[in-house]
């Protein structure tokens, strides 16, 4: 599967964006969905995930309450509403795919990766 990253900008602090990830293929809707996110310097972390139904998801502590995982698996697109954005929020996003079945957290769980989009947002 290949994965489009999009949606990422220059917002202030307090504005919103909304990431969008385009995947390939037929099977998308098997896949659990990760965003992880790298700030300069710093590890890849995760964000945010959503199972293969959207019955399940889990957001990282650092942006609970702030930021919303979503898919449309008509559509093979997951999203990520980001509100209330911090400068802390600043770094590279890069959505994933996992064909495990159940929801992930981890990295290395994640087969397929896109390509991230910058997401930069000031004080």
């Known amino acids: 599967v290949q994965l489009q990253a999009s949606g990422g900008g220059l917002v202030q602090a307090g504005g919103s964006l909304r990431l969008s990830c385009a995947a390939s293929g037929r099977t998308f809707s098997r896949y659990v969905m990760g965003w992880f996110r790298q700030a300069p310097g710093k590890e890849r972390e995760v964000v945010s995930a959503?199972?293969?139904?959207?019955?399940?998801?889990y957001v990282a502590d650092s942006v609970k309450g702030r930021f919303t995982i979503s898919r449309d698996n008509a559509k093979n697109t997951v999203y990520l509403q980001m509100n209330n954005l911090k400068p802390e929020d600043t770094a590279v996003y890069y959505c994933?795919?996992?064909?495990?079945?159940?929801?992930?957290?981890?990295?290395?769980?994640?087969?397929?990766w896109g390509q991230g989009t910058e997401v930069t947002v000031s004080s």
């Open positions: 959503i199972s293969w139904s959207g019955g399940s998801t």
């Open positions: 994933a795919a996992s064909t495990l079945m159940r929801l992930t957290t981890k990295r290395g769980d994640y087969d397929y």
